[in-house]
């Protein structure tokens, strides 16, 4: 009877040591901060007022290629135009929000502006759902063609 008793409380301790390691691997990991550079090459589709609608494509070596659509306002129309917009990016791996603000500037004699800006992610799904992110970006747009491609460079915490 003593031996039961002992081998029931060392088999109860066994088990409670393996739940407590199970516990201990099955931890959280902390959140990894990277740098991160994206392509992105879209087109103007849409304007009523001061509002916009854009389409593109984006080129990501995290997250792959995906495609998005840009909801957004001009705020500001001289020298150059600026604004603020949502986008919604579609990539494999989940859904990316982000919020940004951008400068256009006057078209030369070519027709192409350059264009600059700043964002930030507000939210996704799949692996964007907790992701917090900041970025710049840098490019040129076509006003005759309406075509843009701009490089994005920032850092992400996923």
């Not at 081998?7 to 691997?25: P, Y």
């Not at 929000?97 to 951008?102: I, Q, R, S």
């Not at 350059?114 to 040129?140: A, D, E, M, P, R």
């Amino acid at each position: 009877m003593l031996r039961a008793k002992v081998a029931a409380v060392g088999l109860i301790g066994l088990v409670s040591l393996a739940v407590f390691s199970a516990d201990a691997s099955a931890a959280p990991k902390a959140p990894t901060k990277r740098a991160f550079t994206e392509n992105v090459t879209g087109a103007h589709i849409g304007m009523t007022g001061n509002s916009f609608q854009n389409v593109y494509k984006v080129t990501s070596p995290l997250d792959g290629t995906g495609a998005g659509i840009e909801d957004g306002s001009i705020t500001a129309t001289t020298p150059s135009i600026s604004g603020t917009s949502t986008l919604t990016d579609y990539f494999a791996d989940g859904v990316q929000k982000l919020k940004e603000t951008f400068t256009l500037g006057a078209p030369n004699a070519n027709d192409i502006s350059t264009l600059t800006g700043n964002g930030k992610c507000i939210g996704g799904t799949g692996v964007h759902k907790k992701q917090k992110c900041s970025y710049n970006f840098t490019g040129t747009a076509n006003a005759k063609t309406t075509v843009y491609t701009f490089k994005v460079t920032g850092t992400y915490t996923r």
